[in-house]
């Protein structure tokens, strides 16, 4: 029998929390219009920047920011219009997007995919952003996509290299136009091939979290494709500051190469260790040592100083290319700033365009029409070449610059060489390739 | 044999580190009885005295060449540092020097920080519980990163050894090893060599002055010695700026080994305490022995054999616990760490 007994006070309590929790849907939707999430209905319309302020990217993230602000300028019609005079595509016209004055909030990732997913909560929520971008980890764009996803904005992700992102995490609602480990793995092995030969022995050292793990599986893969093999691979937690105790082990592996699976301050470290041990100039099995960087960034770079020279990499881009939109795009970027853009400065606001230009030839911020623009969209004059934009898993697919450390550096930016620029048609795969896993694109969510 | 031998010697490295550190923390903790979160932020206010000393060296005369340009196609700006412009040689052999040189700057910078943080801020809470002084100085910690990260910026800033320590030595042939079987970098010699050096000396300062025997009667019995008409306080208040200077010249010549970021005091701090408690709060025997013990166990616990080894029986990330793994079973067979005495945090 049940004993069940309800007061005055409880009833007034329990009802406060059913009234609050049946109005829920409608204040989280409080700014829908239109069929879709946040739909503006004023004259400007709002962009959240999700980038990190604080935490070891935060400069990083700072060029991030100069390049969407940059953006902003130029969809509002101010400066030079940087790569919109470049861009393929004619319909941005400097009047905002669909006429409307863009403006934007920020937010702070940290580089933590909690606090990522919290300040792009509050912009879409509090704020009333139409679009989130940004980021410059992996797992931050992975749980920031998700989150999009379930909220019905669109994501335009910034510095994100794992394959998961486009592959087995892919959200109908996120777009990549940063390259990723697949593609790395594919471009680096061929030039890894010419340069040390096809009989090389490697020991990986990776970062333990899904960029790290994929980046190993596809460089692993692409050279032992070129007749390489692979004698270990360590993971390292990514906390580690001092790699010594990772690094020491090589020595007596019998490997002749050493991929460092590391980006960010772990590469700095890891890279500075490897050297100060005297690897590259050891000989190991009647060759010189060498050491492989996958994913190259030249703010990163400059942390790891002389370390960095004749060291191949790969990367998304360089400024120091010199097709049209590239040019245009370093002079409107380095006379607002006095320096030349890094790569994550340039993909952030290709994908700030790129939004732009969907929602003008959808004629809509619904997500499901900027979907359906993005899916398969054919461009050039961003700065990589000829770009497509795939359907099956939003990701770009373009040329990759396979890059080595400057031997004599004219400035602290000039710290990488490009050696060779590989054609898409060499880095392309199938969506369903194992290594992208097993994920679900799913269908766009409007919100409502 | 060899791997593991190079291992143990990148251990006895690492855990100088973490032992010139610890023995700072532990000073602090005896003499003031002050749990110091912000110790960390010392060994990185050391690191960058390296940094201010070496842009303060880099200052630069800029000159325009017209026959370059820059990445806009602009004149190039050529900047050479005006301590060679006027030394030449000298200047330059200055700015490679620039690392060891900085310990001149950072003793005395560092034992001022140290006493104006003591006599500020920390003074005021010798009184108080350790959850309180704990929350102040980590509060304290994260002002300093910050306002670090803003002169500074977030991006590594490396720092290179002289010219005459950039290589690596071949231990292994000088005890009848194969030729590369035991190598290991000049600098982190240096390191190890100069951590032990500190250590020594903090140990005959203590032990071998008339300064040193009062603050050790003054870590045993505090209220005794101000009763003899001793000023403890200002002795200790010296003590805390000594300890600064202790993690100060420890984070300088850490700067060739990782380029010194904001962050890297607090990538030390954790690991620093759990070398205190493992070796005996306010032990400074203690901290030095723990210090070398972990970074040594730390060192084996990476070898690819190692942590197959234990990823065969579950435990595939042995090399990111086994410092917390030592420190759980010492503290349970030995509550009061491996040279603990009684009565520290223990009323």
Redesign the interface.
């Known amino acids: 029998m049940s004993n069940f007994q309800m007061n005055r006070r409880g009833l007034l309590k329990t009802g406060a929390v059913m009234g609050a929790g049946m109005a829920m849907p409608t204040i989280l939707t409080a700014g829908s219009h239109g069929g879709y999430v946040n739909a503006p209905t004023g004259s400007t319309v709002t962009l959240g920047f999700n980038v990190p302020q604080?935490?070891?990217?935060?400069?990083e993230g700072?060029d991030e920011l100069r390049a969407y602000l940059l953006a902003v300028k130029h969809l509002n019609g101010e400066g030079d219009g940087g790569m919109m005079n470049t861009f393929s595509s004619k319909e941005l016209k400097g009047n905002g997007i669909l006429g409307r004055e863009v403006v934007y909030v920020t937010g702070d990732t940290q580089t933590k995919s909690d606090a990522a997913r919290a300040s792009a909560q509050s912009m879409i929520q509090k704020d009333g952003a139409v679009m989130i971008t940004g980021g410059s980890s992996s797992g931050v764009a992975v749980a920031v996509q998700a989150l999009c996803q379930e909220a019905g904005i669109i994501f335009m992700a910034g510095l994100t290299h794992s394959n998961d992102t486009t592959g087995k995490d892919k959200k109908a609602n996120g777009f990549r136009h940063f390259f990723n480990s697949y593609m790395s793995g594919a471009a680096l092995a061929p030039v890894l091939e010419n340069a040390y030969g096809n009989d090389r022995v490697a020991y990986h050292l990776t970062a333990?979290y899904n960029w790290g793990w994929t980046t190993q599986e596809s460089v692993q893969a692409a050279t032992e494709a070129k007749g390489w093999t692979t004698v270990?691979n360590?993971?390292?937690?990514l906390?580690a500051?001092?790699f010594?105790?990772?690094i020491?082990?090589v020595?007596?592996?019998g490997a002749d190469v050493l991929v460092l699976n590391h980006y960010g301050?772990n590469m700095?470290?890891s890279l500075?260790?490897a050297v100060?041990?005297?690897l590259r100039?050891?000989l190991v099995n009647d060759k010189n040592f060498e050491i492989v960087v996958p994913l190259y960034s030249r703010?990163?770079a400059?942390?790891?100083?002389?370390?960095v020279k004749g060291i191949y990499g790969s990367t998304n881009w360089h400024?120091?290319l010199q097709d049209d939109g590239s040019k245009a795009f370093?002079?409107s970027f380095?006379?607002e700033y006095g320096?030349?853009p890094s790569q994550a400065a340039h993909t952030v606001y290709c994908q700030t365009l790129l939004y732009a230009d969907a929602c003008e030839r959808a004629g809509t911020h619904n997500p499901c029409g900027v979907v359906e623009a993005l899916e398969g969209f054919d461009f050039d004059g961003l700065g990589n070449g000829p770009t497509h934009y795939r359907a099956g898993d939003h990701q770009c697919f373009k040329d990759v610059l396979v890059v080595r450390g400057k031997e004599n550096p004219?400035?602290e930016?000039?710290l990488l060489e490009i050696v060779e620029v590989t054609p898409r048609a060499q880095v392309e795969y199938p969506v369903d390739h194992p290594m992208m896993g097993d994920g679900n694109l799913g269908t766009c969510n409007p919100g409502t | 044999m060899?791997?593991i031998l190079?291992?143990i010697i990148?251990?006895l490295?690492?855990g100088s580190?973490y032992a010139l550190i610890a023995l700072g923390l532990t000073l602090i903790f005896g003499t003031l009885g002050v749990v110091n979160f912000a110790h960390g932020a010392l060994f990185m206010l050391g690191a960058f005295c390296a940094v201010t000393f070496s842009k303060i060296l880099s200052i630069s005369q800029v000159v325009i060449d017209p026959t370059?340009t820059?990445?806009?196609g602009n004149p190039?700006k050529v900047n050479t540092p005006y301590v060679e412009v006027w030394f030449g040689d000298f200047g330059t052999a200055l700015l490679d020097w620039s690392v060891p040189l900085s310990i001149l700057m950072a003793i005395p910078v560092m034992i001022l920080i140290g006493i104006i943080m003591e006599r500020g801020l920390i003074k005021h809470f010798y009184n108080r519980p350790h959850a309180d002084q704990i929350l102040v100085t980590f509060g304290l910690a994260i002002v300093i990163q910050e306002i670090v990260?803003a002169f500074f910026?977030?991006?590594?800033?490396?720092q290179?050894a002289p010219d005459a320590f950039i290589?690596?030595l071949d231990l292994g042939v000088m005890v009848g090893f194969a030729e590369?079987?035991i190598?290991?970098?000049y600098?982190?010699l240096i390191y190890f060599a100069f951590s032990a050096l500190i250590i020594a000396g903090v140990f005959a300062f203590l032990r071998f002055t008339t300064f040193g025997m009062v603050v050790r009667a003054g870590m045993a019995d505090r209220e005794t010695v101000g009763l003899l008409g001793i000023n403890i306080d200002r002795r200790f208040t010296i003590m805390f700026g000594v300890a600064a200077a202790v993690a100060g010249l420890a984070g300088v010549m850490y700067t060739p080994?990782?380029?010194p970021?904001y962050?890297?005091g607090m990538?030390?701090l954790v690991l620093s305490f759990v070398v205190v408690v493992v070796g005996g709060m306010g032990s400074l025997p203690g901290a030095v022995l723990a210090g070398f013990l972990l970074g040594v166990l730390?060192?084996l616990a990476?070898?690819?054999e190692i942590?197959n080894l234990f990823g065969a029986i579950g435990l595939?990330?042995i090399?990111?616990i086994i410092i917390y793994l030592v420190a759980v079973i010492v503290l349970l067979v030995r509550p009061r760490g491996l040279l603990g005495k009684a009565g520290m945090m223990e009323e």
């Open positions: 604080s935490g070891p990217y935060a400069d700072a333990d270990a360590v993971l390292t937690p906390t500051t001092d010594s105790s990772y020491a082990p020595l007596n592996s301050g700095i470290n500075t260790s100060q041990f005297g100039d050891k703010l990163m400059r942390g790891a100083g002389a370390n400024w120091s370093v002079k380095g006379e320096f030349p004219t400035s930016f000039d | 060899d791997a190079l291992q990148n251990g490295d690492k580190a370059r820059d990445f806009l190039l990260k910026g977030a991006n590594p800033i490396p290179a290589g690596s590369n079987a190598i290991y970098p600098w982190r080994i990782n380029p970021n962050h890297m990538d030390f730390e060192s990476s070898m690819p942590k595939p990330a090399d990111q």
